[in-house]
């Protein structure tokens, strides 16, 4: 290799931090969390919601968590810490109040999400993988959220924040960081990371069909095809013969 060592872009990401012991997982917690394993029919298959409930209640993956996780699941602290290192939703190190992830992937990046990332980093104070001193936000890199149609986005508490610029990404900091409420371009309300999680758990906070779902150019796609009276195909039905000049021109 060259004098030039690679860089990771994910500093937070690696293993649990077991240092960390701290916990708020209490009775109640164990109690949600075999409500849960009792959603499928084998326990394992409950990891994923197991470890967003845990992060509901820690912020963030702890050993705790690890451990009853595992004991609930009947596999082993190891396997769930694979699972939890795997999956960039999960977290090593707590959260902020608000988890703040901006993504850094080739059309945000062109669309100038590595300089939305840097304004957002320094009116925050705080690098990659790094909590602000009071505990109020986050920082992430993030890979491609699927919304490149919206480039650059930021997200916060998982929510997504369309076409963002760093002007309306530092008012809307300075908004959550006083507790006026901040709508995402699509879904609810913005909450807090941990009240997010409980969320993604699988625990109804009835809001889901706050706010728009969709944004318009998500749905340019179908809108073209009613025009044209396109459907898809049936199961089952045999492919359409495409005309003899589609071919040609495919280059194929
Ligand atoms: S590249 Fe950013 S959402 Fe796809």
Request: aromatic share 6%; hydrophobic share 35%.
């Amino acid at each position: 290799m060259s004098g030039k060592e690679f860089q990771t872009y994910f500093p937070h990401s690696g293993r649990i931090d077991e240092a960390n012991t701290s916990t708020e997982i209490d009775e109640k917690t164990i109690a949600e969390l075999e409500e849960i394993v009792a959603r499928y029919p084998q326990p394992r298959s409950a990891v994923l919601p197991m470890l967003h409930l845990v992060q509901s209640v820690d912020g963030r993956v702890s050993p705790r968590g690890l451990e009853v996780i595992a004991e609930l699941a009947g596999i082993t602290p190891a396997q769930v810490s694979g699972v939890a290192t795997f999956y960039t939703m999960y977290r090593k190190h707590p959260a902020g109040k608000h988890h703040i992830g901006i993504c850094v992937t080739a059309l945000c990046a062109v669309m100038g999400g590595d300089i939305l990332y840097d304004k957002v980093s320094e009116h925050l104070g705080v690098g990659d993988g790094e909590t602000t001193a009071d505990g109020s936000f986050s920082l992430e890199r993030i890979e491609c959220n699927a919304a490149c149609d919206f480039a650059p986005v930021m997200m916060v508490n998982w929510e997504f924040l369309d076409n963002m610029t760093p002007e309306k990404a530092t008012q809307i900091l300075d908004d959550l960081a006083v507790g006026r409420p901040v709508k995402p371009n699509r879904g609810a309300t913005l909450t807090s990371f941990k009240e997010n999680e409980r969320v993604l758990a699988g625990f109804n906070d009835g809001r889901a069909d706050e706010g728009v779902s969709a944004g318009e150019p998500s749905l340019l796609g179908l809108s073209i095809a009613k025009e044209r009276g396109w459907a898809a195909p049936k199961p089952g039905a045999a492919p359409k013969e495409e005309a003899p000049e589609a071919k040609e021109g495919s280059g194929k």
